[in-house]
């Protein structure tokens, strides 16, 4: 039988950034296909395809033998392509049953059938075995039953794929059983599945096919009997340590940072860790591992519920999300600058524009940072020179600790091996840093030591010298 | 009853427990003042009201999709001045044509607000303080600055809205049969449940197939036409049109819409809630004189029900957020 769902040579672009890079895909009747890849690989942007959001550039979408243009959600439900959303979107001020039919509510005379909008959907629920009740407010509803409520909607539009976005990221074991028998019975009813998980031994129990993907492309696929899981891995990680990241030997000094038993409820547990005087300390893990919360706390954005974190000196945060936390857009380079500065701009409270300029001017230069000058809007600038403003801003603090969160995520090579050559250069100087990333060469390539995060606690630690990608992806993916 | 109450819905809820705190408002008045539950005064009360109702459902679209109209009472006075110069050219042509011209003149305005919304994507508090300005400014330059007095206002067009059937005038008549049909059409038309969608989680309704804009310019467009048909029944009831009429009644309107339990942020929303607003505001606003308050109390008053109301409309904890407060 031919698959009911065939993509080839799939690629799309955002503006410049290569999101796909020829995807093939084949998802078969009564099969359920995991779909493997690090943080980046193209999942995402290949959901948000399937369902309709963007359109590829290039390549073609078979569905049952014919070729067909997915142009938007409304035509991916007409197709009978369903999508079960990693953020799990659904509207938390209506019903369940309104959630169901939502734009596609059973009609009589032109207006909303209630009667039969309910007693539909409950039947779709009844079938499903969901233990919630169709006039339920979703607002009252747990994150698992919300995944059901989006299955249950896929199921009725009869859809015939049904993909499922990362659905047990943030579930209990006990939801997970009760998520997959759901799914096996619609694979058994002749659902095509896609599903889409970080998790290696839900892949194993759940899944009978498998596609990787690397860097937005498809670099294997195929049945998962008799396939083990460092065959896997191996795919996902699969490429060349690129040479390109000057690391530094120094000899690490006294103890700068010293945390305890930190705890913050539902994000991270236990967690301990030193960092020494010129050392750079990475810390790997997949998306939702709990490094940023960690690194949040750490800065003292958030607070922790438990433990100890006992520190020499100041600590400083890059974010991850340069644009919405590290800086402020409409803000000129030399204010954002300024802003964790002012103290020393304004010893007596008046801030002085002419040294605000020179602080500014003095990093636009040691950063290479491509502006017209201080006086520019951060948001004018590149996403590459953007991150050397918020890195600026802190490091003109000299800070004693520096919290690199993603600081490479998206930015072009050049700007990437200057954020590299200034964390080498600060651990030089005798400060320490935090480095945390989801890209394998880099954490191997910068750190002295790795510690790698899984569902919010440190699961090992591994010296330069043991650190190779396979280990550390282990690690993280519950091996 | 109890156990049946435990499964309504938030809102459902809401009503009811504002229903009867409106009740218990005009009990306590006229237990004081029983002259106030006379049928001519309740029907005053009614009649005082009618335009308030009218023009809140039609801000509560608006609201339910996150968005806010402030120029709804520059609408009402520009189609009321409409409504009075094409009067006072043509005396002897009825009531139908001033109906229709101020429906198709309000929802004009309106739709212009919807464009620039939709698809230029500003945000609805700019655009309709700008509108309210222009609108106004417009008054002016139809009249000149002049007023168009009740001797030169036909009698059909005075005598519309006095009219009287079963106790009730004209205007009580159409502002309950507008807040009957909203409550049936909020509840059964296909179209206003995606609007309750667009205004609960805009991203789940672009996967689900529904334009968030769209839906927002529709209920812009449906906003402007019920404020140019009140322009007409404003200056009929008054008997007066200048640039300055309804001054500052948006604020009335979306105070009366909040009161009502229509979430600021969108979503979410009645239209009984909305009619029960606009009565609970009514009702404090006539029983002031007898009490013995100065009117100009009435804003004091206003604003202590609005702050009491977003306490009272209790959020389950933790949803509760400052506007400065970053979002995680």
């Not at chain 1, 001017?361 to 000058?373: N, S, V």
């Not at chain 2, 205004?199 to 209920?219: H, K, T, V, Y």
């Amino acid at each position: 039988m031919p698959p009911l769902l065939t993509l080839t040579g799939l690629h799309k672009s955002f503006g410049g950034v290569r999101a796909l890079a020829g995807v093939d895909l084949e998802l078969h009747r009564g099969s359920i296909t995991a779909l493997l890849g690090e943080n980046g690989a193209g999942k995402s942007t290949l959901v948000k395809i399937l369902s309709g959001v963007h359109q590829p550039d290039t390549g073609g979408i078979q569905l049952d033998g014919t070729a067909t243009h997915i142009a938007s959600p409304t035509a991916a439900r007409n197709l009978g392509i369903g999508v079960v959303h990693q953020e799990c979107l659904v509207f938390e001020h209506l019903t369940v049953a309104e959630n169901l039919f939502v734009n596609a509510y059973p009609r009589r005379r032109g207006m909303v059938d209630w009667a039969a909008l309910r007693s539909r959907a409950q039947t779709v629920l009844d079938d499903l075995g969901a233990d919630f009740h169709a006039q339920t407010a979703v607002a009252s509803l747990s994150i698992a039953q919300r995944h059901v409520v989006q299955i249950a909607r896929a199921l009725v539009n009869e859809s015939r794929v049904l993909i499922l976005d990362e659905p047990t990221a943030s579930l209990s074991q006990r939801e997970c059983a009760e998520l997959f028998r759901i799914a096996r019975k619609l694979r058994d009813a002749g659902c095509a599945l896609l599903f889409i998980t970080h998790r290696f031994e839900e892949i194993f129990e759940l899944a009978d096919r498998y596609a990787v993907f690397r860097d937005g492309m498809s670099v294997g696929t195929g049945a998962l009997a008799g396939t083990q899981r460092d065959e896997l891995i191996r795919l996902m990680v699969g490429r060349p340590v690129e040479q390109m990241f000057p690391k530094q030997d120094v000899q690490p000094g006294e103890t700068l940072l010293r945390v305890e038993n930190l705890g913050r409820d539902a994000e991270f547990e236990d967690i301990g860790f030193t960092l020494r005087r010129g050392e750079i300390l990475g810390i790997y893990g997949l998306v939702g591992a709990g490094r940023s919360e960690l690194a949040q706390v750490l800065f003292g954005a958030e607070h922790a519920d438990r433990g100890r974190i006992t520190c020499s000196g100041d600590i400083a945060l890059v974010p991850e999300d340069r644009q919405g936390q590290g800086s402020i857009l409409p803000f000129s380079i030399a204010a954002n600058i300024a802003l964790p500065n002012l103290a020393t701009l304004a010893p007596r409270g008046w801030l002085s524009a002419r040294r605000e300029r020179e602080l500014a001017q003095q990093w636009i230069d040691a950063l290479a940072i491509r502006a017209a000058g201080p006086s520019q809007p951060v948001g004018n600038l590149s996403g590459g020179n953007q991150q050397k403003v918020v890195l600026a801003k802190w490091l003109a603090r000299k800070p004693a600790v520096l919290i690199l969160d993603e600081p490479t995520k998206g930015i072009d090579v050049g700007a990437k091996a200057a954020v590299h050559q200034v964390m080498g250069e600060l651990a030089a100087a005798g400060h320490g840093v935090i480095l945390i990333s989801s890209e394998l060469p880099e954490i191997i390539a910068m750190s002295d030591r790795v510690l790698v995060m899984r569902r919010g606690r440190l699961r090992a630690e591994f010296t330069r010298a043991a650190a190779t990608g396979e280990a550390l992806l282990r690690a993280a993916s519950d091996a | 009853m109890m156990s049946q109450y435990r499964d309504w819905s938030p809102v459902a809820r809401r009503d009811l427990n504002f229903a009867l705190l409106t009740l218990a408002l005009l009990a306590a008045v006229v237990f004081r003042y029983p002259t106030f539950a006379a049928p001519g005064n309740l029907a005053g009360v009614l009649d005082d009201t009618a335009i308030l109702i009218m023009l809140a459902l039609g801000q509560m679209l608006v609201i339910l999709v996150r968005g806010v109209d402030l120029s709804v009472a520059a609408n009402l006075a520009l189609c009321g001045m409409l409504a009075a110069l094409f009067n006072r050219s043509f005396p002897d042509a009825g009531i139908l044509p001033v109906l229709v011209l101020t429906l198709l003149a309000g929802g004009l305005l309106g739709a212009l607000n919807g464009v620039l919304v939709w698809k230029l994507r500003l945000p609805p508090i700019v655009v309709t303080l700008g509108t309210m300005s222009v609108y106004r400014g417009v008054i002016y330059l139809l009249s000149h600055g002049s007023w168009v007095n009740d001797n030169e206002m036909s009698r059909d067009f005075l005598a519309f809205t006095r009219a009287r059937f079963l106790g009730l005038s004209t205007l009580a008549w159409l502002a309950l049969a507008c807040a009957a049909l909203f409550i049936v059409a909020l509840r059964r038309m296909p179209a206003a449940r995606n609007l309750y969608a667009a205004g609960g989680n805009p991203e789940a309704a672009a996967c689900s197939g529904i334009d968030a804009g769209r839906m927002q310019f529709l209920a812009f467009t449906v906003c402007g036409a019920i404020a140019g048909l009140c322009g007409y029944l404003w200056v009929a009831r008054f008997a007066v049109a200048y640039t300055d009429i309804a001054l500052g009644f948006e604020l009335q309107v979306i105070a009366a819409c909040l009161i009502g339990g229509v979430a600021i942020a969108g979503g979410a929303g009645s239209a009984l809630g909305v009619v029960l607003g606009c009565l609970f505001l009514g009702i404090v606003r006539s029983s002031l004189p007898l009490v013995g308050i100065s009117a100009f109390w009435q804003m004091f008053i206003n604003g202590v029900v609005i702050l009491s109301a977003v306490l009272l409309s209790a959020r389950p904890q933790g949803s509760r957020r400052a506007t400065l407060e970053s979002p995680r």
